[in-house]
């Protein structure tokens, strides 16, 4: 069984910053790729930042240049910096993971999600 929960959202006005961590837990073989995504109220979710074990990183144009998606191998942890913050960053951000099970077939887990509002 295998656990993402994040952490770190709340509350802040704009302009300012966040850092979010994403935690797996669990019976973990290897963590694959690794993304943060958002879903704002009546909307889809989308990708904000997605990253693979070595360490490549892409971003929304939306959050480029305002983010900074990284991960710690060793503690099987995600996070996300995001600065500058925006109103319309406001939204519940969730991360996933590719990882193996026993079978050694990829599969993907998500975070229960948690809410960040950019307000003032």
């Known amino acids: 069984q295998v656990q993402l929960v994040e952490s770190g959202g709340g509350l802040v006005q704009p302009g300012g910053s966040l850092r979010l961590s994403c935690a797996a837990s669990?019976?973990?073989?290897?963590?694959?790729?690794m993304g943060w995504y958002r879903q704002a109220p009546g909307k889809q979710r989308e990708l904000v930042a997605h990253?693979?074990?070595?360490?490549?990183?892409n971003y929304a144009t939306s959050v480029k240049g305002r983010s900074t998606i990284s991960r710690d191998n060793a503690k099987n942890t995600l996070y996300l910096q995001m600065n500058s913050l925006k109103p319309e960053d406001t939204a519940v951000y969730y991360c996933?993971?590719?990882?193996?099970?026993?079978?050694?077939?990829?599969?993907?887990?998500w975070g229960q999600g948690i809410q960040v509002t950019v307000s003032s």
């Open positions: 996933n993971g590719v990882m193996p099970d026993n079978m050694n077939i990829p599969r993907t887990y």
């Open positions: 990253i693979t074990r070595e360490g490549s990183t």
């Open positions: 669990g019976t973990i073989f290897s963590i694959y790729a």
